[in-house]
């Protein structure tokens, strides 16, 4: 099913999480372990990333999108980056999404294409919207398109009234949502949303969240991804930054009362950053007590399918 219909008729709140390919095929299983434990959480849908360029291990991103749509019944987001790849590699990794019954493709350009990348005559790609245009134009109204978007600027971007521009120009060339970067002001964030309704997006937009694991990743991240972190969460976590437990306790207060700042402000659907982890996610959405009731007898997706193919 289509994340926009899914986010019609889901439940609300709903929460869905991102995973990442992992290095190797011990990641990879420990994973799979982990998602089986999250799919006990009720995500309506789940994203795996691409490694930009169709580098390291990308092809692993298709396999693990047909994994968690049949193994699991779990509604998948397959991310796909556009630069540093021939079109055609692009149109295999779109393939192989149209045939595991994906439907749902987060369309990026991914790193900042660079000229010597391309062999002269290979077609290739520019920008997120380059994207968005060949899939309409190759799969109709197949997949659900979900593109990025920049609560606080995008650093290739100063003027954020162009930043706004390119993000409408993916919504008009055929995009129905909106997945944000990450972010930690949550006054900023609904600001630019009513940014967006003035610029007249209309598609839902689905804020991207950052659970705190550990103070060094928590700085690292937003350093990284050049967010603003409010003077209030310094002051909490700083002074306990050696205790990682006490750091996760207080992150999963801070997130889960920005979280509820934004559904109160209307918006109903959170996608979490898991960072393929479970513990800083699962504290959060303790804290907003939405997770469903769990019969723990009944043995996980991904287990049942190991335990069928042994047999
Ligand atoms: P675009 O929308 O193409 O924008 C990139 C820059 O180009 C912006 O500054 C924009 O203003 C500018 N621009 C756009 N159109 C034009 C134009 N016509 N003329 C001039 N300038 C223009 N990266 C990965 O490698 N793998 C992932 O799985 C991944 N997942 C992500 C998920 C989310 C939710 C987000 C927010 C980011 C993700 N990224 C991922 C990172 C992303 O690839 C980078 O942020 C990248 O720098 C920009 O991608 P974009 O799709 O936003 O690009």
């Not at 650093?155 to 997945?179: N, P």
Request: with cysteine.
């Amino acid at each position: 099913m289509k994340i926009t219909q899914k986010l019609e008729t889901a439940s609300k709140p709903s929460y869905s999480f991102e995973y990442f390919v992992p290095k190797t095929t011990q990641g990879l299983h420990n994973l799979y372990d982990r998602m089986d434990r999250m799919y006990l959480l009720g995500p309506q849908f789940i994203d795996i990333t691409w490694n930009a360029g169709g580098s390291d291990g990308s092809h692993l991103t298709p396999e693990m999108v047909a994994t968690a749509q049949s193994i699991y019944g779990l509604e998948t987001c397959m991310h796909l980056t556009c630069t540093r790849m021939p079109a055609e590699k692009v149109d295999e990794a779109l393939d192989a999404a149209y045939e595991s019954g994906c439907n749902n493709i987060l369309a990026l350009r991914g790193d900042k294409p660079d000229e010597n990348d391309m062999q002269d005559g290979e077609d290739h790609f520019t920008y997120a919207v380059d994207l968005v245009r060949h899939i309409r134009s190759r799969f109709g109204d197949h997949f659900d398109i979900g593109v990025a978007g920049y609560p606080e600027g995008h650093d290739e971007q100063d003027d954020s009234s162009l930043l706004m521009q390119h993000l409408k120009d993916k919504v008009d060339a055929g995009a129905s949502f909106i997945i944000t970067q990450m972010f930690y002001d949550v006054d900023r964030f609904l600001t630019w949303v009513q940014e967006c309704r003035d610029a007249g997006i209309t598609v839902p937009i689905i804020p991207g969240i950052m659970p705190i694991s550990t103070y060094a990743a928590f700085i690292r991240r937003a350093s990284w991804c050049k967010v603003v972190v409010p003077d209030y969460f310094m002051q909490a976590i700083e002074p306990h930054k050696d205790d990682d437990a006490k750091v996760r306790d207080i992150g999963a207060d801070l997130v889960a009362d920005m979280c509820r700042k934004i559904l109160a402000a209307g918006i109903t659907h959170l996608h979490f950053y898991t960072m393929n982890l479970e513990k800083a996610t699962c504290m959060i959405l303790d804290r907003l007590g939405v997770t469903p009731e769990v019969d723990a007898v009944n043995p996980l997706p991904w287990r049942q399918s190991l335990a069928r193919n042994r047999r």
